[in-house]
């Protein structure tokens, strides 16, 4: 029979554990376990902004400029079509995001240091003498000897590499005090059992949209782009809940 002393750790722990699963991912798990054998769902069509979570986006704004227009034009500024400008300008509307994706950092780095010190100190000879007086006693030649020596070596190195080329549909959520629009895209595909996820957010200049109604990754300020998905193969790749739980909770 276990001390009494000896349970109350463990069954704290247990709980702690049982905590940390439901926390984790339980009602997932409850929902995977109904689904198994079935394909994973797709995501309904939503609202962005009606998603938990959802927050506006302020940025510093400049003051307000009145329009200006060119008199005796039949163009209006800033269009790039005959009669309407085609590019998105409002909420709701639409264009694409080009994902170019094609990042590699490699860095190397090595600091070497060195240092040796030696120190001695003696007398061969008192006043011409080889003893001390009265006592006779031979004088020592190496009253004090030191050595030390150091040396370190470190080494670091970085070799990455990233690449993610594709297209995806936003829509625009918001716009801001001085024109400039935040849009949100969301892109799901399913393959068999395993759905892939791309979602792209951040703020974009309508200047830097094109033509086409298009606009590349590299002009999205405060980009946020995410690429992932759910099903057999992530679920095998990932780690079960317990170990998960062990690794925050252990020490070492």
């Given at each position: 029979?276990?001390?009494?002393?000896?349970?109350?750790?463990?069954?704290?722990?247990?709980?702690?554990?049982?905590?940390?699963?439901?926390?984790?991912?339980?009602?997932?798990?409850?929902?995977?376990?109904?689904?198994?054998?079935?394909?994973?769902?797709?995501?309904?069509?939503?609202?962005?902004?009606?998603?938990?979570?959802?927050?506006?986006?302020?940025?510093?704004?400049?003051?307000?400029?009145?329009?200006?227009?060119?008199?005796?034009?039949?163009?209006?500024?800033?269009?790039?079509?005959?009669?309407?400008?085609?590019r998105?300008?409002?909420?709701?509307d639409?264009?694409?995001?080009?994902?170019?994706?094609?990042?590699?950092?490699?860095?190397?780095?090595?600091?070497?240091?060195?240092?040796?010190?030696?120190?001695?100190?003696?007398?061969?000879?008192?006043?011409?003498?080889?003893?001390?007086?009265?006592?006779?006693?031979?004088?020592?030649g190496?009253?004090?000897?030191?050595?030390?020596?150091?040396?370190?070596?470190?080494?670091?190195?970085?070799?990455?590499?990233?690449?993610?080329?594709?297209?995806?549909?936003?829509v625009?959520?918001?716009?801001?005090?001085?024109?400039?629009?935040?849009?949100?895209?969301?892109?799901?595909?399913?393959?068999?059992?395993?759905?892939?996820?791309?979602?792209?957010?951040?703020?974009?200049?309508?200047?830097?949209?094109?033509?086409?109604?298009?606009?590349?990754?590299?002009k999205?300020?405060?980009?946020?782009?995410?690429?992932?998905?759910?099903?057999?193969?992530?679920?095998?790749?990932?780690?079960?809940?317990?170990?998960?739980?062990?690794?925050?909770?252990?020490?070492?």
């Open positions: 029979m276990m001390h009494p002393r000896l349970a109350h750790p463990r069954l704290a722990f247990a709980a702690l554990a049982l905590i940390g699963v439901n926390s984790l991912g339980g009602c997932a798990a409850i929902d995977r376990l109904a689904n198994i054998g079935e394909q994973p769902r797709l995501s309904a069509i939503s609202n962005p902004t009606a998603q938990p979570g959802y927050r506006p986006v302020h940025m510093p704004m400049p003051l307000p400029q009145p329009a200006s227009y060119s008199p005796n034009s039949l163009w209006r500024n800033g269009s790039r079509a005959f009669f309407k400008d085609q998105a300008h409002q909420v709701g639409i264009l694409t995001v080009t994902v170019n994706l094609n990042d590699k950092a490699v860095i190397a780095n090595e600091t070497q240091r060195s240092r040796e010190n030696k120190e001695d100190s003696g007398i061969d000879n008192f006043f011409g003498k080889s003893k001390l007086p009265l006592t006779g006693v031979p004088i020592p190496r009253l004090l000897t030191a050595d030390s020596t150091a040396s370190s070596d470190g080494k670091g190195s970085v070799n990455r590499s990233e690449a993610l080329i594709t297209n995806v549909a936003a625009v959520t918001q716009v801001l005090p001085n024109g400039n629009l935040v849009v949100e895209g969301k892109q799901e595909v399913r393959v068999n059992f395993e759905v892939r996820e791309l979602v792209v957010a951040g703020i974009v200049r309508p200047e830097d949209i094109q033509s086409d109604n298009t606009i590349d990754s590299t999205i300020a405060e980009a946020r782009i995410a690429y992932g998905g759910r099903g057999q193969i992530t679920d095998v790749q990932q780690p079960r809940y317990g170990q998960q739980v062990f690794d925050i909770l252990l020490p070492f």
